[in-house]
């Protein structure tokens, strides 16, 4: 990715300024893991038993949101397997839940139980100056926990931090799970989860209203899909601006990600969820089984899109 400066009507090239170290890329994302990924630091250079030998965790970091571990690794060399590496690190993970959670205690913040974490979901992030074609195709399979970032740092102080996305993935991690014990070991309890899982069960016309909504969604800007096992969200730059569940009765339900008092909302359909827990982020929901007042329902979530753009 070219990255110019605009200086009297004219472009000047932006020079890349590589980092030298893994260390360096490690100090940046630790100090800004809550912006960069949405992310709560646990431990840095986590050490834990494995089946062969000690294995060393880069950033051990815990997502609030889904209740789930991080495990974050850096990379300088492109000669590894982000497959067989990523599967060994969750094999371990979930071979060793109890010292995980200590390390988290350790921390002194919160107190976490072992049946508060949500361990199906689980996950592994490779973050590198640059993956080779061969790591970027190993990653194209639609369940697989396990993501690779791009990190670049120029000249002028900019830094680019993108995730590599899946290209229209249908192949499934089972298919090779045979082949590879840990891959097969680390199924049995981690689930990546798409849009499809929420559409099961759900009646034919709730479907076609999120898909009316999310149409929409995604023509106010840069807007991404993650999907968990509780909602979908829809997020601007990295963060959350509006979850949605699919429910049999109520139709779609939203949750906005503003805090009591931020929202604009004359018709007064939403209910206010501060203080009250909820599946979610925010502290306004709404729910409708008709397109009536999408177009309406749509202002509000453009709300929360702008107060995160």
């Known amino acids: ?7 009297n009507g004219r472009i000047e090239v932006v020079k890349e300024t590589a980092f030298k170290l893994e260390a360096d890329i490690q100090s940046l994302v630790e100090t800004n893991l ?15 038993s494995g089946s ?18 991080v495990i974050i690794e850096y990379k300088q060399g492109r000669s590894f397997s982000v497959v067989d590496q990523g599967y060994a690190y969750l094999a371990v993970m979930l071979n060793n839940k109890a010292d995980f959670i200590l390390e988290y205690n350790d921390r002194g913040k919160t107190i976490l139980k072992r049946n508060q ?18 790591q970027k ?49 680390v199924n049995k309890e981690v689930v990546v989860y798409s849009e499809q899982d929420h559409f099961e069960g759900i009646p034919p016309s709730f479907i076609e209203l999120y898909e009316e909504l999310k149409e929409k969604v995604l023509e106010l800007g840069e807007v991404e ?17 509006v979850d949605v ?12 990600n503003l805090a009591k008092g931020k929202l604009n909302d004359p018709y007064k359909l939403t209910r206010d969820l501060s ?23 749509v202002t509000l979530v453009k709300q929360a899109y702008l107060a995160k753009a």
């Open 1 to 7: 990715m070219a990255m110019y400066n605009l200086k």
């Open 225 to 241: 899909i993650k999907v968990n096992k509780h909602y979908i969200s829809f997020t601007s730059k990295g963060s959350n601006f």
């Open 137 to 185: 195709e190993a990653i194209n399979l639609k369940d697989l926990p396990i993501a690779l970032w791009e990190i670049k740092r120029y000249g002028n102080g900019a830094i680019h931090f993108e995730e590599i996305r899946k290209l229209s993935a249908t192949e499934s991690i089972k298919t090779i799970s045979k082949a590879n014990s840990a891959v097969g070991v």
């Open 275 to 297: 203080g009250v827990g909820h599946l979610g982020n925010g502290d306004y929901a709404c729910s409708f089984k008709t397109s009536e007042k999408l177009d309406y329902i």
């Open 52 to 69: 062969v030998q000690p294995l060393r965790i880069d950033t051990l970091a815990f997502d609030p949101k889904i209740k789930a571990f």
């Open 245 to 256: 569940q699919l429910l049999n009765r109520e139709g779609v339900r939203i949750v906005l």
């Open 117 to 134: 974490v949500d361990w199906s979901q689980s996950r592994v992030i490779f973050i590198s100056q640059s993956f080779t074609s061969y």
């Open 34 to 48: 809550s912006d960069m990924l949405g992310l709560d630091f646990v431990k840095s250079q986590f050490t834990v």
